[in-house]
């Protein structure tokens, strides 16, 4: 897996078929961006092929997410921007006699004050019922969050009957994290985890981000557990990429900032390890694997 990272917490992940065929997302060639395939060319070398280039009428742009496939092919990712409300998209890319055909499934913000979420930076994961989870990273909580935006949202998106409708998992309200930029993740008994870039602890001016857990629970209604509020101290501060699980049950992620002052006064960043004490409480163990020094 390969992630090309910018400043801004703006990744784009390539996503990698058994067969060697490789899809991803680029957002800096084009002023719209488009997804593409890399197909080896039995000479060493490999080929490009466009399937999809946004901006077209009611279609998303920039897309700065990830790109993942269901068991029939299709791919599925995120545009920060663009759609019916200019506030992102999913979308849907599907072949049939080697053409390839996008469908917006989605257009965020279709609520009043985007209470379903706006600007979804992170791509998507699937579950095993084919359903879509990701995060936007502005949303209504019913009180503006930090640096005058809202707090951002993870969301689950369904197919019922052949339509796409999406419902809002858990709205941010910043004290538990706030603006998150990274994909989700599953672990085996189907509750999601991931990181909210800002919020959290007043060490930081807009906060230090966080880690959470949603636990899913009846009627379709989720827990949020935040597993650790980042402080800039040896654990770092704000996470822009996700969290990477291993068998044991723990987490490692790294953080853009902290810890000490080195690299302008922000701290170079840290790779973190997260450990659960027993099943997780309020104070699960935080490690700093290694704190970047310029």
């Known amino acids: 897996m390969v992630c090309l990272y910018s400043p801004n917490c703006q990744s784009r992940w390539i996503w990698s078929f ?51 496939a269901d068991a029939g092919g299709n791919i599925y990712g995120t545009t920060a921007e663009g759609g019916a409300n200019g506030a992102g998209t999913v979308f849907e890319l599907s072949a049939s006699n080697g053409q390839w055909t996008e469908t917006v499934l989605y257009s965020f913000c279709a609520e009043t004050y985007c209470a379903d979420g706006a600007y979804p930076f992170a791509g998507l994961v699937l579950d095993v019922a084919g359903n879509l989870y ?114 044991s049950g723990n987490f490692y992620g790294t953080t853009s900032q902290g810890p000490g002052t080195d690299c302008d006064g922000l701290g170079c960043g840290a790779v973190y390890s997260i450990r659960p004490r027993g099943k997780y409480n309020s104070d699960p163990k935080v490690v700093t694997v290694h704190g970047h020094r310029s």
């Open 134 to 247: 990701g995060t936007t990273d502005s949303g209504v909580t019913g009180n503006e969050c930090v640096a005058g935006s809202t707090c951002g949202t993870v969301f689950e998106l369904a197919s019922v009957d052949g339509q796409w409708a999406e419902t809002v998992l858990h709205s941010f309200e910043g004290s538990d994290g706030a603006t998150p930029t990274a994909n989700v993740i599953f672990d085996a008994a189907g509750n999601l985890y991931g990181t909210a870039y800002l919020g959290g602890s007043n060490a930081c001016s807009m906060g230090c981000g966080a880690v959470f857990e949603l636990k899913p629970g009846k009627g379709g209604a989720c827990t949020e557990k935040t597993l650790h509020l980042f402080e800039n101290a040896r654990d770092g501060a704000n996470p822009c990429g996700g969290l990477v699980p291993d068998s």
């Open 18 to 68: 058994a067969q060697r065929r490789s899809f991803a997302l680029a957002s800096l060639h084009t002023s719209t961006g488009l997804v593409f395939e890399l197909s080896p060319d039995g000479k060493g070398g490999w080929t490009e092929t466009v399937l999809h280039e946004f901006g077209g009428s009611g279609d998303g742009i920039e897309p700065y997410g990830g790109v993942v």
